[in-house]
């Protein structure tokens, strides 16, 4: 008979390879059931299954440790939209027991202490270097990346089109975003809409006239914007952090996927 694996278990048990191994290390266990706890548990004792010593020493070898790396926000704006990201981030990852290390800059790009490292909004050429460097996983929010090796975790511009045209009419505004470091991502946004602003700094007099959709909650407390031909399709939501942190679990579990790109509506 050959070898059991860890996914031979998940397959019979009818879950997860990454609930597999939650269970067998005794980790997040608000992520399962007792019965599913159980079954998993009956399955590997009926096969006699021991995980290899990498693999306990892997899970015993986490530092528990999250990078959160961001740029170096020079606008208002910027630091609005990032505070209000970060707020929602920390206190979903902080409650499942992550500490976070909050970096606007690595000195030196090799990481030893951590888990993953989160980059939020980064270029591409940065975030190649540090992956060039690292050995954990690297997940890039709000940033795209033209390797799909990597998990990508931004706003579906699709769906933020489709709801102006619901508010507004086809063609009848403008989109306005705060300005990105990450080209790709802005590159992919303006292939789907002609009529988009991008602010880089603390001058909302750049704003056009007439409509506005924007991801972006910190525009519409404004004073001087005409809160009432502004829409907002937010972008720093808890269905987004949620879809990050599925990603985070994957990536640190070595789960395999068919597809790294998550847009977020």
Do not use: W
């Not at 990852?93 to 990481?111: A, K, P, Q, S, V």
């Not at 991008?198 to 909650?217: A, E, Q, R």
């Amino acid at each position: 008979m050959e070898k059991i694996t860890i996914k031979d278990i998940a397959r019979i048990a009818g879950v997860s390879v990454a609930t597999v191994s939650y269970i067998i290390n005794g980790k997040h266990e608000d992520r399962y059931t007792q019965e599913t706890k159980q079954k998993v548990l009956q399955i590997v004792n009926l096969y006699n299954f021991h995980p290899s010593r990498l693999a306990q020493s892997f899970a015993l070898s986490k530092s528990r440790n999250v990078i959160v790396l961001t740029g170096k926000h020079s606008s208002i704006l910027q630091k609005a939209e990032s505070y209000d990201f970060l707020r929602l981030f920390c206190k979903t990852f902080e409650r499942i027991g992550y500490n976070l290390i909050m970096r606007t800059h690595l000195e030196n790009t090799r990481i030893d202490s951590a888990d993953a490292i989160v980059c939020v909004g980064v270029e591409e050429e940065k975030f190649r270097r540090i992956a060039q460097e690292n050995f954990v996983p690297l997940i890039s929010v709000d940033g795209k990346i033209n390797d799909e090796l990597f998990f990508q975790i931004y706003q579906d511009f699709n769906h933020v089109l489709e709801e102006g045209e619901k508010a507004f009419g086809k063609d009848n505004f403008s989109l306005a975003l705060v300005d990105t470091y990450n080209q790709t991502l802005k590159d992919e946004i303006q292939s789907l809409y002609g009529n988009i602003v991008f602010l880089d700094d603390n001058d909302v007099s750049k704003l056009p006239k007439g409509n506005i959709v924007t991801v972006h909650g910190s525009l519409k407390d404004i004073k001087g914007i005409d809160n009432e031909n502004i829409l907002v399709v937010p972008a720093n939501t808890q269905e987004r952090v949620d879809a990050i942190l599925e990603c985070f679990n994957k990536a640190t579990e070595r789960v395999q996927v068919n597809s790294h790109i998550v847009r977020v509506k």
